[in-house]
């Protein structure tokens, strides 16, 4: 059974750092894309960043360059996202996701439960 | 940047068949968007419904389709249930990154 366990969200101040994880478990997590996905309170699903499966190429939002950095360790199965320069419209529930293809085409098939990763003084 | 327009709500009576778009800023949908189509509950993670225009994952129901329709990306809900009343997000390739549309809040009424 696949599973993504996502951890390390919490309060932050602006301009501080926070790193968050995820666990995978249930496949071969070094043969997938994996990406982030955040959701602020109330508000849609933004995509954050992806990584490919041996971690040499990274793809972000334009709001999230340079300030954060999405890394995978296949040894470990696990995913991090670290953030820093933290701004109060980061403040989201961030979810782990897993890219699958088939069919000629790439799609999210597993999502985590998500972690809360609030920014406010 | 693309931007992703949906529908941002919709009513459909039990038992009806109601349609969401999904439109790309850089002109019409095609398969090389890759378009996702998600189902999102109150305090719940997305589920994937369906991916790559028209493939259902082995958890979706039957009356979940895709399509492209007029330049669009469309998931149609046929037979709408009660318990299909839920927020809907189309996802699309676009421009080396992935773009979420802004959800359709779809009511069974």
């Known amino acids: 059974e696949v599973q993504l366990v996502e951890s390390g969200g919490g309060l932050v101040q602006p301009g501080g750092s926070l790193r968050l994880s995820c666990a995978a478990s249930?496949?071969?997590?070094?043969?997938?894309?994996m990406t982030w996905v955040r959701q602020a309170p109330g508000k849609g699903l933004e995509w954050v960043a992806n990584i490919k499966p041996d971690g040499s190429e990274q793809q972000y939002v334009d709001s999230v360059k340079a300030r954060f950095t999405i890394s995978r360790d296949n040894a470990k199965n696990s995913l991090s996202l670290q953030m820093n320069s933290l701004r109060a419209e980061d403040t989201a529930v961030y979810y782990c996701?897993?890219?699958?293809?088939?069919?000629?085409?790439?799609?999210?098939?597993?999502w985590g439960q998500g972690t809360l990763v609030t920014v406010s003084s | 940047q693309t931007v992703v327009t949906q529908e941002p709500s919709l009513t459909v009576s039990p038992g009806g068949t109601v349609t969401l778009t999904c439109a790309s800023s850089t002109g019409a949908v095609t398969s090389s968007y890759c378009p996702n189509w998600f189902q999102q509950k109150p305090g719940r993670a997305p589920r994937p419904l369906i991916y790559?225009?028209?493939s259902r994952h082995s958890w979706t129901p039957a009356r979940f389709s895709g399509s492209l329709l007029g330049g669009k990306a469309a998931l149609t809900l046929s037979g709408v249930q009660p318990e299909d009343e839920a927020d809907y997000y189309c996802?699309?390739?676009?421009?080396?990154?992935?773009?979420f549309g802004g959800g359709t809040k779809l009511t069974v009424l």
């Open positions: 790559g225009i028209n």
């Open positions: 996802l699309l390739l676009s421009g080396g990154g992935w773009v």
């Open positions: 996701g897993r890219f699958g293809y088939d069919s000629g085409t790439s799609h999210i098939d597993f």
């Open positions: 249930g496949f071969t997590f070094g043969s997938y894309w």
